[in-house]
């Protein structure tokens, strides 16, 4: 497995990560042993970067994480995340918690529940719009100072927040959505400050939530206790509008006998050494392909034809529904 550095930390994790949520939530269906299956097979082919949340299950993905790398702590890097806030007597409602004394809980369930002493990268999940990012960060800092955390990440935050989190405290990554059909992060401004800060930047749904893989060609093939149902990119004529994306996706992919899902991960790969794609999965069969778009070097031309068939703002829908707005 190739590694990659994060930061100015220089945090060597694996090229690709492995997103554990869809093991516990919002996908569809949940086979824990073969969950744990798939975890024990990525670090058996090298791979070392786990990726995880409190709010996952609600907070039973970071257990089911931890029951996997029991004995098998020294060969992962472990990143987990806090901010979102729900409630497990009724998961639909969220809200958002940077205070500092909600960091301090966090952290300690969280190590509770993972089984560990010490998180390697910890994200806040969200930005709380109610409690200025310095003081978010300043709490955070003070877990590094305890041994709790060696690494700090943000996730979704935009440049401005990017550069005052970094006043307090070195921030080693950013976590944004980035894929083919999410390229936010190079209109928005998030890529340009992490890269003028030395942060590493963590591209989760490099798969576009299991779209741009090809297996759903209708909105029915989607599980009925599916997230996506809900995803405007997953509903009505989006789908459809999509679906002609992936449609030239496939075909790209097929001349270079690779599949939709190894384009479309060697395509991030390919944004720069210092990102790093988590595509999620709950089956050792596509995480054996996923691992496999580590290999795929996309030629110049290869590239220019993606960028034709997926320019900036080339998907049809929003990201996510209006009720899950967030500040960033």
Known sequence: MQMRELGRARLKVSALGLGCMGMSEFYGGRDDAESIATIHHYLDRGGNFLDTADIYGPFENEKLVGRAIAGKRDRIVLATKFGIVRDAKDPTVRG?????????????????RLGVDVIDLYYLHRVDPETPIEDTV????????????RHLGLSEAGP????????????TALQSEWSLWTRD??????????????????????????????????????????YRR?????????FAKNLELVREIERLAKARGATPSQLALAWVLSRGDDVVPIPGTKKRTYLDENLAAAE??????????????????VAAGARYPASMKYAR
């Open 160 to 171: 401005e927040t990017i550069r005052r989190a970094a006043k307090i405290h070195p921030i």
């Open 96 to 112: 958002f918690s940077g205070k500092p004394e909600y960091v301090q809980k966090s952290c300690e369930a969280s190590l509770q």
């Open 138 to 149: 300043g709490a955070m800092a003070s877990l590094v100072k305890q041994g709790k955390v």
């Open 230 to 238: 809900h995803s405007p990119r997953f509903m009505g004529d989006n």
């Open 296 to 313: 795929l070097r996309l030629t110049k031309e290869e590239l220019e034809r993606i960028e034709a068939i997926a320019p900036r703002g």
């Open 185 to 226: 992060p190079e209109d928005d401004g998030a890529l340009a400050a992490c890269r003028e800060l030395g942060i590493g930047f963590v591209a989760y749904s490099p798969l576009g939530r299991g779209f741009l893989t090809g297996r759903f060609q209708r909105f029915e093939d989607l599980p009925a206790d599916d």
